[in-house]
């Protein structure tokens, strides 16, 4: 049934949620079936850190996505509820709204809402396993809370049940769009014209990561570091892959067969060992690096840039051989260090 302009004008709402941008950050996009509130938002915060989410009743979002590690697990693969191992490494949550796609090798999963299903319902492999032990049980376990049935009437005003699996997944999705982080000392150095933010070695660092001769900026461009974004207004971006030459197991170019990226979805012998393109923010506190968390270090990263990869058939054509001397390799390493957002690491907001 049609809902007329008198109709809509009744229907309760939450009160609009306020953002706190840094500067340089553009409004990020927002679905119109699930409008941000501040109710939404901290209802999201308790359930991203909620165990009775999982079917061990031990496991919750904040077991992969740790806030002190911008979101990450410090693990080179996740860990499911289960024990199960995840083939890939928990990808960092900061700035996350404004991904343009979501997972390391896939470009269909286009929302936070999408994605959420995923962790909570995955069988192959088990991440937080709702499909063994039963979404409803999970839902009826937070029906039985006053605290939790106060909050959903207040995130979702209006909704006759406002406790659905449904709105679990939104409040989420909403907490999610919310891990906004820019304030690192290069915020500072840039936004905020402060001179003294960045050292001397972050300073020539920065000149390095942003000049043609080291390129780092062909895939790690933008405010995100991460290549294309959405926001508000411009939400028709496609996320970048790239092959960065880290294996090469056959001499032809292949990634391992149980993991090799963008052509395990497209079958297109073009797409092999290609993965999304990540944020370098945070990226002092996401180690282990790369999809699979090989790469223990920064340093080892840069040593991987600079050697030029394995120089495969498949590798990026921007991936090639530096001439970088151990100064330059340290001022590196530093610059990306500088963009650590400490405050958001310790934001009691995402606790």
């Keep these: ?22 500067p340089g950050f553009p409004r990020p996009a927002v679905p119109a079936d ?13 359930l991203f850190h909620e ?16 806030p002190e590690l911008a979101f990450t697990d410090g693990r080179a693969h996740a860990l499911g509820a289960t024990g199960e191992s995840v083939k890939h490494s928990a990808m960092s949550l900061a700035n996350v709204a404004y991904n343009p796609a979501f997972t390391w090798s896939g470009t269909k999963v286009r929302s936070l809402e999408s994605q959420m299903r995923q962790p909570l319902f995955n069988q192959h492999p088990v ?35 406002p406790i659905s699996m449904a709105n679990v997944i939104k409040a989420i999705a909403a907490f999610e769009r919310s891990l906004i982080s820019g304030r690192s000392p290069f915020d500072r150095y840039v936004y905020d014209d402060d001179a003294t933010a960045l050292s001397d070695s972050e300073k020539r ?24 974004v959405i926001y508000e207004g411009h939400e028709k971006q496609a996320a ?7 294996y090469d197991v056959d001499g032809r170019g292949s990634y391992p067969a149980h993991d090799q990226g963008l052509i395990d979805v ?13 944020t370098l923010r945070n990226v002092a506190l996401t180690a282990p690096y790369m999809h699979d968390g090989s790469v223990a270090s920064l340093e080892q990263v840069i040593d991987h840039y600079a050697r030029g990869g394995r120089k495969s058939p498949h590798q990026d054509s921007r991936i090639r051989p530096l001439s970088l001397s151990p100064t330059e390799r340290a001022d ?10 400490r405050e958001f690491a310790a934001d009691p907001r995402f606790r």
């Design 1 to 22: 049934m049609a809902v007329n302009a008198a109709q809509a004008a009744d229907t309760p709402s939450a009160p609009a949620y306020e953002w706190r941008l840094p």
């Design 205 to 228: 660092g920065m000149a390095l990561f942003f000049s043609a001769r080291v390129g780092c900026t062909q895939c790690h461009s933008g405010f995100n570091f991460s290549g294309p």
């Design 332 to 341: 590196l390493v530093a610059f990306l260090r500088s963009l650590t957002d």
């Design 127 to 161: 991440e937080m396993g709702l499909t063994l032990s039963g979404a409803g049980a999970a839902v009826e376990a937070l029906s039985a809370e006053a605290p939790y049935r106060n909050q959903f009437a207040a995130a979702f005003p209006g909704d006759a049940a």
């Design 34 to 46: 699930n409008p941000m509130s501040a109710a939404k938002v901290e209802l999201g915060r308790r």
């Design 240 to 246: 970048l892959f790239a092959n960065t030459g880290l």
């Design 51 to 66: 165990t009775r989410l999982s079917s061990t009743g031990r496991y919750a979002c904040a077991s992969c996505h740790r």
């Design 266 to 278: 497209t079958h297109r012998a073009a797409d092999m060992g290609k993965f999304r393109v990540p």
